[in-house]
Nanobody, 119 residues
Framework: QVQLVESGGGLVQAGGSLRLSCAAS????????MGWYRQVPGKQREMVAS???????NYADCAKGRFTISRDGAKNTVYLQMNSLKPEDTAVYYC?????????????WGQGTQVTVSS
């Protein structure tokens, strides 16, 4: 079983920066991707950024140009560098690992970390 432990959330002023980290422990199977999602009360969880095991990245429009996702394969850790933060970035940020094989995929979620951006 894989566990994801997130850190790095907090309170920051608009225009500031935060760096989120997510460390995975356990056995990770096959081709995989790790990513960050966020959710605000009353809304669906949305993808922010993801990165595959070979380093291919994907960003939501809200993250392009401001956020950078990176990954340390040796540590099974994914990072989200968030710059030029806006109040609308306020949300609970969740780390996700999608792994497995073509016939069976698995999604694992972290516990979430709060990011609050004040205006």
């Amino acid at each position: 079983q894989v566990q994801l432990v997130e850190s790095g959330g907090g309170l920051v002023q608009a225009g500031g920066s935060l760096r989120l980290s997510c460390a995975a422990s356990g056995i990770i199977f096959g081709g995989n991707s790790m990513g960050w999602y966020r959710q605000v009360p009353g809304k669906q969880r949305e993808m922010v950024a993801s990165i595959t095991h070979v380093g291919s990245t994907n960003y939501a429009d809200c993250a392009k140009g401001r956020f950078t996702i990176s990954r340390d394969g040796a540590k099974n850790t994914v990072y989200l560098q968030m710059n030029s933060l806006k109040p609308e970035d306020t949300a609970v940020y969740y780390c996700n690992l999608n792994d497995g094989f073509s016939f069976s995929r698995r999604d694992t979620w972290g516990q979430g970390t709060q990011v609050t951006v004040s205006s």
